[in-house]
């Protein structure tokens, strides 16, 4: 897609939000803001803030991450982690989010979601799925044997190690 040299590049992506990036300074811009980025969002804002060494600037764009067919559960909020397992949540379901060197694992979806988005915040990337209770003991085996110093939180039952 071009329009007047200015190109929507899909395989970049602002780290902030995750939204598509295109190399074509923001619409609006503020000199007193500092030096014009130039990159922006496809609506023509200016990409999410980050904290660098002089203060807020406008994040520089990431590579996107690769595309991943994924099935959201009929009645999940948009903002709440989809996952790559099918598995229709019930009775014998858990609740998997894991970032930087903890897994936490929860007995319903919402609880899942606040820890997802409490470590989005604390940049540390997360995963989230939803695995069959009885497929969580050997996956929760395996990785004892196979990552040393993982801490692995189960919340199902209060909260044992």
Wanted: charged content about 25%.
């Amino acid at each position: 897609m071009r329009t007047n040299r200015r190109r929507t590049v899909w395989h970049l992506v602002c780290p902030g939000c995750g939204e598509p990036a295109r190399k074509c300074p923001p619409r609006r811009w503020f000199a007193a803001t500092g030096p014009r980025p130039r990159w922006s969002h496809t609506d023509g804002e200016a990409l999410c803030p980050v904290m660098g060494a002089h203060g807020y600037r406008p994040a520089d764009p990431h590579p996107a991450p690769p595309a991943r067919r994924t099935r959201r559960r009929v009645g999940t909020p948009a903002g709440a982690p989809t996952t790559g397992v099918d598995v229709a949540s019930g009775p014998g379901t858990v609740y998997v989010v894991a970032g930087g060197d903890m897994i936490a694992v929860f007995p319903e979806p919402d609880s899942a979601a606040i820890e997802f988005i409490e470590l989005v915040g604390a940049n540390l990337e997360p995963t989230a799925r939803t695995v069959r209770a009885d497929r969580w003991a050997a996956l929760r085996a395996r990785l004892i044997a196979t990552v040393p110093g993982l801490v692995i939180v189960d919340l199902r039952d209060g909260g044992d190690r």
